[in-house]
């Protein structure tokens, strides 16, 4: 069974940044894809937010693209989402999972506010 650990989230300001970690028990995250999605309040579906491939290639949402940053460290067996430039509508529970997805994690929150 895959346990999932998203951690790292809080509270920040608009122009704040958190970094995001993404731990995994009995996979070795360096043989997966993996990507960050989040659930904002209100909604049902989970909106995707960053990919990483097994070989470092990344892809973005468009409404993240310049401010979030994936990247995976493979000895650690960790997965991390860097975001800066934080605004408000990114407010949302932040969760990871490798491609295809698996059973889900507790997710981490992020709250942008003043």
């Known amino acids: 069974q895959v346990k999932i650990v998203e951690s790292g989230g809080g509270l920040v300001q608009p122009g704040g940044s958190l970094k995001l970690s993404c731990a995994a028990s009995?996979?070795?995250?360096?043989?997966?894809?993996v990507a960050w999605y989040r659930q904002a309040p209100g909604n049902q579906q989970r909106e995707f937010v960053a990919?990483?491939?097994?070989?470092?290639?990344?892809n973005y949402a468009d409404s993240v693209k310049g401010r979030f940053t994936i990247s995976r460290d493979n000895v650690k067996n960790i997965v991390f989402l860097q975001m800066n430039s934080l605004k408000p509508e990114d407010t949302a529970v932040y969760y990871c999972?490798?491609?295809?997805?698996?059973?889900w994690g507790q997710g981490t929150q992020v709250t942008v506010s003043s």
């Open positions: 009995t996979i070795t995250f360096s043989a997966y894809h």
């Open positions: 999972n490798i491609l295809p997805p698996t059973e």
């Open positions: 990919r990483i491939s097994t070989s470092h290639i990344t």
